[in-house]
């Protein structure tokens, strides 16, 4: 009895030590993610972790979800149109997991800097191209304009905006033929002495400048227009991106440049009429003469654009007397020239 007392209580005893035993091994196996810690007594009594996801084991935390927020999807609005009713625009918003956003379009003047027409779509579906209803009465004046796009969906997540559909367009404005006529007689012509006349140059076969639709803008877009510090020294003529921008004039290419704060990219020609001009806000990448080089009125000089200071497509052209930025040279107001070159009118 002795003997089988002693045994039952070896086998206890190996029971009890080996139940022991394996509570320190199950603890650091990882079958439920709890990693001892540096300084921690062995066998001592730590609470279980919860169980780790992905590769969180391994020092790799997952990512958050992504945030949804409505994102365009499309924004078609024209480069240019004649002043009036505002010209159609479409838009597409999308969303995954999203029905619907709240949506609201916004035309700006980009001279005034205020809101034009505001139009409020309400609640639009996604994934769905939409046409812009404009109030019955909304009309545009001749100018440059930002169309803006504002979304928000059920959440309050606001508009994603990218580089490649911001929301916003540009559009450009242009008054009707007729109207332009008055400015004629309301520009005196200001040149100088030895150097011809608007109507002398137009009978020389002097060439219109843009080569496409377009208008001369209102006030701020003048010669003598303030600026801040300085007063504008040419005639801005509004035109839609990427419209040839032409000599007027025979003559040789002065330089080209570019100017980030100012002129964006530029050119300059001397003429044997006593004239230098200056074309500047042309499109990037379309400057198409070289300093020294010889050009025929009509040839192309580059594409209108928007680079350097400027917040829509243009051309910004100057005209000097007695040297373009010498010490003897001054501009004059090329409008009266323009005017006279501009066969086919102002947004025709």
Request: aromatic residues 6%.
């Amino acid at each position: 009895m002795g003997y089988r007392r002693n045994a039952a209580a070896a086998t206890l005893a190996s029971i009890v030590l080996a139940c022991g035993a394996g509570a320190p091994a199950l603890a650091s196996s990882g079958g439920n993610g709890a990693l001892p810690q540096s300084g921690t007594a062995t066998g001592a009594t730590r609470a279980p972790s919860l169980p780790l996801s992905g590769g969180s084991e391994y020092g790799v935390v997952a990512a958050p979800a992504a945030v949804q927020r409505p994102l365009v999807g499309a924004l078609s609005v024209p480069a240019s149109a004649i002043a009036g009713r505002p010209p159609p625009v479409r838009l597409r918003v999308d969303e995954p997991g999203a029905a619907a956003v709240l949506v609201r379009v916004t035309i700006t003047n980009l001279s005034t800097r205020k809101p034009a027409i505001i139009v409020s779509m309400g609640w639009v579906r996604t994934g769905r191209t939409l046409a812009v209803r404009w109030p019955a009465r909304a009309r545009l004046a001749a100018g440059s304009y930002h169309v803006s796009l504002v979304a928000q969906d059920s959440h309050g997540g606001t508009l994603l905006r990218r580089a490649h559909s911001s929301g916003v367009a540009t559009l450009v404005v242009l008054a009707p033929a007729a109207e332009q006529s008055p400015l004629a007689a309301a520009t005196p012509v200001v040149s100088g002495a030895g150097v011809p006349t608007p109507a002398q140059l137009a009978a020389a076969g002097a060439v219109f400048p843009v080569a496409g639709t377009h208008n001369f803008g209102g006030p701020e877009n003048r010669f003598g227009a303030p600026r801040g510090g300085y007063t504008h020294q040419g005639q801005d003529v509004l035109t839609s991106e990427g419209t040839p921008v032409v000599a007027p004039l025979a003559g040789v290419v002065i330089t080209v440049g570019y100017q980030a704060g100012g002129a964006g990219y530029y050119a300059a020609e001397h003429t044997g009429t006593g004239f230098d001009f200056f074309f500047a806000h042309c499109m990037t990448g379309s400057l198409a003469v070289a300093t020294g080089q010889a050009v025929t009125a009509g040839q192309a000089l580059c594409r209108a654009g928007q680079t350097g200071s400027a917040t829509a497509p243009h051309l910004h052209f100057e005209m000097w007397v007695a040297g373009w930025r010498t010490s003897s040279g001054y501009p004059i107001d090329p409008l009266p020239y323009l005017l006279a070159w501009d066969h086919t009118g102002a947004g025709g």
